[in-house]
């Protein structure tokens, strides 16, 4: 079965979506990923959006941003931003979806500020990306894989992974959680006991030599490292029922 990168990784960020848990959905691919989680393994899952908006269903149709009108329609609660963000500091937020420019060994988020080729460039900064990787129980982040974007230090801390290593959040007073995964365009990474991040799966096409050669530090490799997981065809009906001319996924 045909399917494409972004669907890929669509069906990766569901597979991290539990049943009955709390999630923060996150922008783009993590919207679908929620709508995915739903609708295949993860039935009693309660979205949480950064506007204030509550969902124990699946929005009656595509969204583009989290205040547009499907995703008013048949919510469980439209609160205030601070509504939602109180569930973080109560420790009642199993995960969240974080977006970011950059992401190191320890993965540590950057989406403030990077040095471009003009000199700094300045970001949109961290939202509620701090407070959510800061609190939530676990955090999941997406992006391009590249030597740039996966720098072995972030140029600037935006939201906490796992700091400078293992124990590194409980030395600071963070009470729980980090990154459970990166999902990039080539790969998906975790993070051992001493907080580093290592090469879990490798997408299908894609060779360990070409994930290592392009990422900015000597990243470690899995002892059983293995292909990453097609999407399932039941996975697939689920994206392209929802986003049915592929805007976020093609």
């Not at 309660?46 to 919510?75: C, Q």
Request: aromatic share 6%.
């Amino acid at each position: 079965m045909t399917y494409t990168l972004n669907e890929l990784m669509v069906a990766a960020a569901a597979r991290e979506i539990k049943d009955g848990e709390v999630v923060f959905v996150g922008m783009r691919l993590p919207l679908i990923a929620f709508v995915v989680a739903k609708k295949t393994h993860a039935p009693h899952a309660i979205g949480l959006f950064e506007n204030g908006v509550i969902r124990s269903t699946p929005s009656p149709e595509l969204i583009y941003t989290m205040a547009d009108p499907p995703n008013i329609l048949g919510a469980t609660q439209c609160l205030d931003m601070t509504g939602v963000m109180s569930l973080l500091q109560s420790g009642r937020v199993h995960l969240g979806f974080l977006g970011a420019a950059e992401v190191d060994r320890f993965g540590n988020l950057n989406s403030t500020q990077v040095k471009g080729k003009n000199g700094i460039v300045r970001l949109p900064g961290s939202g509620g990306a701090c407070d959510i990787a800061s609190m939530a129980h676990r955090f999941v982040s997406l992006l391009d894989h590249g030597k740039h974007r996966l720098p072995e230090r972030v140029s600037y801390i935006t939201s906490p992974g796992n700091g400078e290593g293992g124990g590194w959040r409980k030395r600071v007073g963070l009470p729980r959680g980090g990154p459970a995964a990166v999902i990039t365009t080539k790969c998906v990474l975790r993070f051992g006991e001493d907080g580093e991040a290592f090469l879990s799966t490798y997408h299908p096409g894609v060779t360990i030599e070409d994930i290592l050669a392009n990422t900015g530090w000597k990243l470690k490799v899995a002892d059983n490292a293995k292909p990453t997981p097609e999407p399932t065809a039941d996975e697939l009906k689920a994206i392209r029922e929802y986003d049915t001319k592929g805007f976020w996924t093609s």
